[in-house]
């Protein structure tokens, strides 16, 4: 069966969410675009450098390789 195209792009992101935690990405209220990778100890990567969906993937896919490589 063929990746799906998102894990393709995004593996590092894909790697994240079925084994070591989970993301989300969105606005919150007076603070603007976000994207966090969180695990079960909390916070482990956070940006509000992004403007849109592929730009918060983006980062997060840079983002959490160092706590990934631990």
Not at 15 to 20: E, L
Not at 53 to 63: P, R, T, Y
Request: proline share 6%; charged share 25%.
């Amino acid at each position: 069966m063929p990746q799906p195209e998102v894990e393709a792009l995004f593996p590092n992101v894909a790697k994240w969410v079925r084994g070591y935690g989970w993301i989300e990405i969105g606005t919150q209220e007076h603070e603007g675009f976000m994207a966090r990778a969180l695990d079960e100890g909390g916070l482990v990567y956070e940006t509000d450098e992004c403007n849109t969906l592929g730009e918060a993937l983006s980062l997060l896919e840079k983002g959490i390789l160092p706590s990934m490589e631990r």
